[in-house]
């Protein structure tokens, strides 16, 4: 990645006069509610209509305002190309997660394998995966966002590693390393991806926390309380990462590959064995966290064969969000094949907010034959708040070209200069006091998908000195090898949710 001098200077350039539309516009927000439904032998049930289902909320009878059904199965036939889906809802998004915490070093090593096996049988059309780490040290970390440059992901499970260069985002990687890892990939030829890569495995993953846990009732309880503290932060970290996910479209999981915690954490060691009421409060505030987001949390058990029991942990996350759990098998791979095929068919049921802040759904599907199983969004939060936009959020702008209306720019690109150019009025209507500058970001990708610049700046902007009209240019020189590029930025008022998105082509002969 080539870092420039003089970059991103802020011009202001004479242009005529334009006053503002106002425009006031109400919006509806519209609950999307997932709906998965299988047969008795678990297959997915293709083909039912709108008049089959049934959506209550808080308990009654609720209209269905939209409805839709989408297939990737059939998707996944009728093309390999890796085009974005028209309509961002029709994206599957997965965030593959590897609870270091919990789960030793041997056995997230098959984890890793399984995750890769199934990004290579996966759909880029349709399917972007992100990649996160779990640890009692750090916490929830995002090893790169959601995406479907599938060499970049694989790379990111192998390794555990964030990439470096620089963006807060975690969008750009440099031409060459790029290149680099697909000439690993193509090399690998069946070899597990983190023998080739070299794994970066966070060391800090407290195997004795694990022998710990696995004690289960033989602790007494001022030895289990550390135990419970580390479970709570792991609920708050879970809850956190969805509450992220929220502005994110398309269907959303998050599968947290992982041994789980003792079930036993859950009973207080007084008299009746009753359940823990504070480490109960944890998890319904992070499941709260989940139906708020519409977000399915489905557990893998890595730990293989072993009875239903040791995995109730596993079970009552995913259970309370809608998703699934898949144990008692030493195929991970094929745990994360059921999965993705468990999940080919989605039916949406949408209804009109109105005044409500939040409530439960529940929803039933008429002539289904006996045996047959449904799974959907189990309820719904309060209006999200606007603010700052979370960096997934714009990381998701950059990488999937989505038109943006917070502000208008207009990008012009020549072998030798790029130029941004927005409208300073619009600037200073959506400035924050607290933060009066705009963050500028600037990426050319080759047709390889690799990153040949990137450049990111704060740009002050002070709203009494600013011209009342015309526009203003961030200006950036370029050179680059001759070839094929493509061009794009991002304007943000920091602060806000105020965000201006451009793309160009570039030929440099």
């Given at each position: 990645m080539r870092r420039l001098p003089g970059v991103l200077a802020l011009l202001f350039v004479a242009a005529a006069a334009a006053h503002a539309q106002v425009r006031e516009s109400i919006t509806v927000e519209v609950i999307e509610v997932p709906v998965y439904v299988w047969g008795a032998d678990g297959t997915p049930v293709r083909g039912l209509k709108k008049e089959a289902f049934q959506l209550f909320v808080n308990g009654r009878p609720q209209a269905i305002d939209y409805f839709d059904a989408i297939d990737y199965g059939s998707r996944r036939a009728a093309t390999t190309a890796a085009q974005p889906a028209r309509d961002t809802r029709e994206r599957r998004l997965y965030l593959l997660l590897f609870d270091l915490a919990y789960t030793p070093p041997g056995i997230i090593e098959r984890a890793q394998k399984a995750a890769d096996a199934a990004v290579v049988r996966s759909n880029p059309s349709t399917d972007y995966f992100a990649v996160a780490t779990y640890t009692h040290t750090h916490g929830l970390r995002f090893v790169v966002p959601f995406m479907n440059d599938y060499v970049v992901v694989r790379r990111a499970i192998a390794t555990l590693q964030p990439n470096e260069g620089g963006d807060p985002l975690g969008v750009a990687v440099a031409s060459k390393r790029r290149k680099n890892w697909a000439e690993i990939e193509a090399k690998a030829q069946g070899i597990p991806l983190a023998l080739s890569f070299g794994t970066g495995r966070d060391a800090s993953s407290d195997d004795e926390a694990v022998e710990k846990v696995r004690g289960g009732l033989a602790n007494q309880e001022t030895s289990r309380q550390p135990l419970k503290d580390d479970v709570q932060r792991q609920f708050v970290g879970l809850g956190a990462a969805a509450a992220r996910l929220a502005a994110l479209e398309g269907q959303?999981?998050?599968?947290?590959?992982?041994?789980?915690?003792?079930?036993?954490?859950?009973?207080?060691?007084?008299?009746?064995?009753?359940?823990?009421?504070?480490?109960?409060?944890?998890?319904?505030?992070?499941?709260?966290?989940f139906r708020g987001a519409g977000v399915f949390l489905d557990s893998i058990d890595v730990v293989g064969n072993r009875d239903d029991d040791s995995a109730e942990s596993l079970r009552r996350m995913a259970r309370g969000t809608g998703g699934q759990l898949l144990h008692n098998t030493n195929d991970l791979a094929e745990a994360m094949r059921r999965l993705t095929d468990d999940q080919s068919v989605v039916y949406l049921l949408g209804f009109k907010r109105g005044e409500r802040q939040e409530g439960d759904i529940d929803v039933k599907v008429t002539g289904l034959p006996r045996g047959s199983q449904i799974s959907f969004r189990p309820g719904y939060g309060k209006p999200q708040a606007r603010g700052e936009l979370d960096p997934l959020q714009l990381a998701d702008i950059v990488i999937n070209d989505i038109p943006q209306n917070g502000l208008s720019i207009k990008l012009e690109a020549t072998p030798k200069e790029v130029t941004i150019l927005f409208r300073p009025p619009e600037v200073v209507a959506q400035l924050a006091p607290e933060k009066p500058y705009m963050e500028a970001m600037l990426y050319v990708f080759d047709e390889h998908g690799g990153t040949a610049l990137f450049q990111s700046r704060r740009l002050p902007f002070d709203a009494k000195k600013a011209p009342s009209a015309g526009v203003a240019g961030v200006r950036e020189p370029l050179s680059l090898a001759p070839g094929k590029y493509v061009v794009k930025a991002l304007l943000h008022v920091a602060g806000t949710g105020a965000v201006g998105f451009a793309r160009t082509d570039l030929v440099v002969p």
């Open positions: 959303k999981h998050v599968v947290i590959f992982s041994v789980g915690f003792s079930p036993s954490l859950f009973r207080d060691l007084g008299p009746g064995f009753g359940e823990d009421p504070r480490l109960n409060s944890f998890m319904n505030e992070m499941l709260k966290a």
